[in-house]
DNA sequence: CTGAAAGCGCTAACAC
DNA sequence: GTGTTAGCGCTTTCAG
């Protein structure tokens, strides 16, 4: 493979000369850049990111480190970054977390060897020492949903207080009578925002109950358990906002075990908008993230750290959308 | 960030007699030795990857190439690649190519450029040139499922066309008469095989008709669509065995949505083993490829090839299994 | 067993 | 405008 040398000796100039044309930096007369070009060409030369890497510390990669791709909401999520990264001349190495802290840093140390040039954190475990360190260290980031304090990192997330209200509303419009809510592991920022926005909303209701509120573990399973617990509970329930989709899955699946029709006998809100939602039957009414445009407004942020544009560190708010599928259509 | 010299400075040795250290290679002796590594304790000294690659070519970082995270068939691959990467030292990479040549082989560039370790290409474009330029540059790489020559390439794949005959077969032995088929892209080498699989089965039964194969596109709608068609064509048909989960899916929601009884009137089996199946109602029956361990075992073999080992330039071929659920029990 | 020195391919002062 | 040179942090001969 060429090197800069090569291109520098065809094109009878210095390497700096080469360097300038290549990064665009300083002056450079016509004729010599072309000249400079046309050996590029000749040599089909292409310069070393790794070089570049050692006199940069900048490697044009990003990392995404997120708890678990195979968790369905993640791989939209990832496509986005993945789009926007490779469009803006960036690469994206990514990670499982499983959620445990220990992991995530043992990534941040492998990272910052690569000279990473900044990293997104998907609903992660991020602490407080380790935004520390980040800063410390100096490489950029930016944080899916739950971040340790909002002043000094930028975080993107939906709005989940709001789009709970929404699913509840949503349901009482279409006539339910008495909604429960399946609410995911409350260490989980959005899921409790979503906890939130329920109680919130039906705490005045006269049917309202603390026992209308069945915990899960946002996975399918999970769903499945609530939903049988909740029938035990209270088998009158007409109307049931699931905290996330793939729990929301699971609950359909239970009702249609027990012979019970959704929607007609009971209707089932999600929340998340992935694409499971439209591969079960009935197909699920959900409140839906922008989840491409989460990640892609990740990866375009970050970057513009990366280069130096100043960021705001803040939580950018994205809306959500009530999807109206036949899980509420009565 | 301290650096090998500080490290030597402190150990008061040079920073050959470090490097020997940190990659245990030549003689040194325990005593300096252990001073060394308490330098490099107290400093938190960690070598830079990036450094290294500029010497080396070799940056443990290894590429995952597919067509789209977001179908569900690879995000359990990418996980195993992942684990067995994070596990052996390596750092993984990955880029969506749409089945794209034209991407695919953009990101062989800028991998090349970045000193990339080794390259595994899912379900991917590779074609003859692109073979012959990885082998010519000498970037290590793995194929899963096609590969444009069995003799050059590493490539694992699962029994498609096993697969297939036991897919129909165990329709056969659930008491099924008429046992149509709706395959994938013939592009693409698994969808072949499995109708392949499919036509040798069935070719010599009395109701066998070449308007029992219906195209479909591997996707949600294309097994949507295919089930429609096929619903016309031969209402009497009492199983089906689709090309892969994500139309078996598919095809079930058409199912349903006519009124008809999975698996009473008409039994459906899939291919590949995606949770997917477990999602819906009732649970599908598939044929299960080792989805984990051939990520697993792709990520093993190229490392392997990139630490020097021999690794036979062959097919992998892994077996699959009969996973039986709801949607084949009568 | 250990150290000196020459790169790996590139960027960025600093001269000319 | 363009060339020289000194690194970036590490590995690896080659002496000693």
């Known amino acids: 493979m060429a090197t800069i040398r090569d291109v ?10 080469v360097s300038r044309v290549l990064n665009k930096s300083g002056y450079v007369n016509a004729e010599t850049e072309k000249e400079v070009l046309k050996a590029i060409q000749t040599l089909k030369y292409e310069p070393s990111d790794v070089a570049r890497g050692l006199t940069n510390k900048k490697t044009k990669t990003i990392a995404l480190i997120l708890p678990d791709i195979v968790n369905p909401f993640f791989p939209a999520l990832s496509r986005a970054v993945e789009d926007v990264a490779r469009t803006l001349g960036y690469t994206v190495i990514f990670g499982n977390s499983d959620g445990q802290a220990n992991k995530e840093k043992a990534y941040i140390n492998i ?18 020492d380790d935004v520390e360190y980040l800063q410390k260290i100096d490489i950029p980031f930016v944080v899916l949903d739950r971040a340790p304090s ?50 919130e909303s039906v705490k005045n209701s006269n049917w309202y109950s603390p026992t209308l509120m ?102 950018y708010e994205l809306e959500v959308k009530l999807v109206q599928r036949d899980s509420t259509r009565k």
Chains 1, 2 share one sequence.
């Open 111 to 128: 990272l910052k060897q690569k000279y990473i040039s900044g990293i997104i954190f998907a609903s992660h475990n991020l602490n407080r």
């Open 8 to 17: 520098a000796a065809l094109a009878g100039v210095s390497i700096s000369t």
């Open 150 to 199: 909002r002043e000094n990192c930028t975080v993107i997330r939906s709005k989940n207080f709001e789009g709970a209200k929404i699913a509840v509303q949503h349901l009482l419009d279409i006539g339910c009578k008495k909604i429960a809510h399946i609410y995911g592991p409350q260490e989980i920022n959005t899921a409790k925002d979503r906890l939130m926005g329920y109680e």
């Open 214 to 315: 069945v915990p899960g573990n946002f996975k399918l399973d999970g769903g499945m358990n609530a939903a049988r617990v909740l029938m035990e509970r209270h088998p009158d329930v007409d109307g049931i906002f699931v905290g996330n989709d793939l729990m929301a899955v699971g609950a359909l699946k239970t009702l249609l075990r027990l012979g019970i029709n959704v929607p007609k006998q009971i209707a089932i809100c999600g929340f998340d908008g992935i694409n499971l939602t439209e591969a079960v039957e009935p197909e699920l009414t959900t409140i839906a993230q922008p989840i491409y445009e989460m990640g892609a407004l990740a990866a375009e942020l970050l970057i513009m750290k990366i280069e130096g544009s100043r960021v705001e560190n803040r939580i």
